[in-house]
């Protein structure tokens, strides 16, 4: 169970001590909060934050807050509720409420959008920047083998659901060699998400430590859509490389801790596990 004073405190000491000893500001812009550990999919590429898949830890909202108050005064600006799946966590409206409290927080959500239908009535478009859909394909059979299961529907109606609300929609693609990295599974979710606006964002697979996994499935998302002869220019924007395309961004994406460093190399990001850990995003 995750005591604030004993696991986030130290990091807040360990902040202080940093400022004062050196020139540079040890600043934290973001926080990945893993709201809770389960998951109603079963992604064969998943490391689930580090955390074993059938632990039921859940973080409480106190914590949460506690811990977004202590970060503010290193620069957070902006937190990513995630999971397992953030919508398996039953709190999640009023969890929302009490960050925008806090007040200059931006809230983004990263979900598999299976459960969009059921609880779309517990999340308003004007508190939330942005929600990230995880679609890596929208042929039925890959994304039953890649998710283990056959959501293909719900992710769809949830996307629906989104769009017609208004949400600041992104989808998250993450590029599996030999799976969905051939020129028809590629055009066919670029052309999806251009009929719908969406931005799209085609990831690296990271490496959680199963080299021989990671080799067999990796795949360079520029590479890919070079082998592809995909027609496209390149806007670099900070690491990631972004093309614009029949007025979408396609970002290519690093895997994700690439993505949190600051000017000085210092990372700017942490992530508080569902057991309620903070970590940088050196795993
Ligand atoms: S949807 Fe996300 S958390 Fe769930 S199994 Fe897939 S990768 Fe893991």
Request: proline share 2%; hydrophobic share 35%; aromatic share 12%.
């Amino acid at each position: 169970m995750f005591n604030y004073y004993e696991d986030a405190f130290p990091i807040k000491s360990e902040m202080n001590y940093y400022n004062h000893h050196n020139d540079n500001e040890f600043k934290i812009n973001s926080l990945r909060i893993s709201l809770t550990g389960e998951c109603n999919e079963d992604c064969f590429y998943c490391h689930n934050e580090g955390i074993s898949k059938s632990s039921k830890y859940k973080l409480e909202i106190e914590h949460i807050i506690s811990t977004i108050y202590s970060l503010k005064e290193f620069g957070l600006k902006k937190v990513k509720l995630t999971g397992g799946e953030p919508f398996l966590y039953k709190k999640i409206k009023q969890l929302i409420h009490a960050i925008k409290q806090i007040g200059d927080i931006d809230i983004f959500i990263t979900t598999n959008g299976t459960l969009i239908s059921k609880r779309i009535d517990e999340i308003n478009p004007s508190l939330i920047k942005k929600i990230s859909i995880s679609l890596d394909t929208l042929n039925k059979e890959k994304y039953k083998l890649i998710t283990g299961k056959n959501f293909h529907k719900e992710i769809l109606e949830g996307l629906n659901i989104l769009f017609e609300k208004n949400f600041n929609i992104e989808i998250d693609s993450i590029l599996l060699k030999s799976i969905n990295t051939n020129k028809k599974d590629l055009l066919q979710i670029i052309d999806f998400c251009v009929s719908k606006s969406f931005n799209l964002q085609f990831i690296e697979l990271s490496n959680a430590g199963n080299l021989n996994f990671y080799k067999k499935y990796y795949a360079d998302p520029l590479a890919v859509l070079k082998k592809v002869g995909f027609d496209f220019n390149i806007d670099k924007y900070n690491d990631r490389k972004i093309i614009k395309y029949k007025g979408i961004n396609i970002t290519l994406c690093r895997s994700v801790k690439d993505t949190c460093f600051s000017s000085n190399g210092r990372c700017t990001g942490l992530r508080m596990l569902p057991n309620g850990q903070l970590k940088d995003f050196n795993y």
